[in-house]
């Protein structure tokens, strides 16, 4: 790729950007992205397939980004990283990386959270859902395996899972800062652990 192609692609994803934020997937004109690009629809199609392949390029980094944090923090789980499960520091440390990432590209999960219908991503929270819940099932396993806890069925684990999906996403929408977030995330951490250390019998 020339200096020229590579300038003409990113003012496609700024432009592109822009769009999809204001109007949506699905409401959103290439037409009107190529304009705000200046240039050719030929130049949009050179780089992207498709609409869905340039929406791609706009949100489809940072939730890579939050999938390698995430599973970061699974996989410390699953192999094991909890000597004490009472311990939250690995879980607030990781947290707080998680909501660095939320809070970097805001615009994109609020826009690929609310505004991707009709996009490969339009599922994406119940994708983020269905992945914490497969974890749930390996870390319950985990806990009845190595702490005696109790047996805890599929219906509490999607529970658990989708809450603190939801909680993470509570506090992106409606924090006003990315330092109230921060401020506000020990104490609901520590309420989602409350409910967890219930569920699983280890208080």
Do not use: W
């Not at 009472?86 to 809070?103: N, P, V």
């Not at 603190?164 to 506000?184: G, P, V």
């Not at 967890?196 to 280890?202: C, E, R």
Request: proline share 1%; glycine share 6%; aromatic share 10%.
């Amino acid at each position: 790729m020339t200096a020229k192609d590579g300038e003409t692609k990113l003012a496609l994803i700024k432009a592109a950007r822009a769009e999809f934020i204001e109007k949506g997937f699905m409401n959103a004109s290439l037409r009107s992205i190529c304009k705000n690009a200046e240039v050719t629809t030929g130049a949009l199609y050179f780089f992207f397939k498709d609409k869905d392949d340039l929406f791609d390029a706009v949100v489809g980094g940072p939730l890579r980004e939050l999938d390698a944090t995430v599973g970061e923090h699974l996989r410390r789980e699953a192999e094991g990283d909890i000597s004490d499960p009472l311990d939250e520091t690995m879980d607030i440390e990781d947290s707080k990386r998680i909501m660095e990432i939320l809070f970097k590209y805001k615009e994109e999960f609020i826009l690929i959270l609310t505004k991707a219908q009709g996009s490969r991503y339009e599922n994406i929270k119940d994708r983020l859902i269905d992945e914490m819940q497969t974890h749930y099932r390996l870390f319950a396993t985990i806990l009845e395996e190595r702490f005696g806890c109790r047996h805890v069925d599929g219906y509490m684990i999607h529970y658990l899972a989708h809450i603190q999906i939801e909680s993470f996403l509570y506090l992106l929408t409606h924090s006003k800062s990315r330092e109230e977030a921060m401020k506000e995330l020990p104490e609901v951490i520590k309420n989602l652990r409350a409910g967890g250390i219930a569920t699983f019998g280890l208080g």
